[in-house]
Nanobody, 123 residues
Framework: VQLQASGGGLVQAGGSLRLSCAASGGIFSNLQMGWFRQAPGKEREFVGVIWSGGSTAYKDSVKGRFTISRDYDKRTMYLQMNSLKPEDTAVYYC??????????????????WGQGTLVTVSS
């Protein structure tokens, strides 16, 4: 599986961005796909996940502001980010595990990673 993330940029606090993650290889409809982020000097952290059936889960601090979706025809996952805050500033990564594991929020359980896209939120 190869992943290509895009859509990052500079936005003011309160603004919106939509990130995309295009997948090649694998059976897209079967893929569990996650979003992670890493701020400077911090560890990579879970943002959200979408399973093959379309159900999702999110980090508490982004619930109600971020939404993950997927387009099966385009083999692309999206992260719609609204009401952005300066603390959302980070490099955002999409990731896929080789197989489903109990802990969907640990980056250690993901095997394929996109190259990351930088999101900067100014105050």
């Amino acid at each position: 599986v190869q992943l290509q993330a895009s859509g990052g940029g500079l936005v003011q606090a309160g603004g919106s961005l939509r990130l995309s993650c295009a997948a090649s290889g694998g059976i897209f409809s079967n893929l569990q796909m996650g979003w992670f982020r890493q701020a400077p000097g911090k560890e990579r952290e879970f943002v959200g996940v979408i399973w093959s059936g379309g159900s999702t889960a999110y980090k508490d601090s982004v619930k109600g502001r971020f939404t993950i979706s997927r387009d099966y025809d385009k083999r692309t996952m999206y992260l719609q980010m609204n009401s952005l805050k300066p603390e959302d500033t980070a490099v955002y990564y999409c990731a896929v595990p080789k197989y489903r594991r109990p802990s969907y929020s640990s980056p250690l359980n993901y095997d394929y990673w996109g190259q990351g896209t930088l999101v900067t939120v100014s105050s």
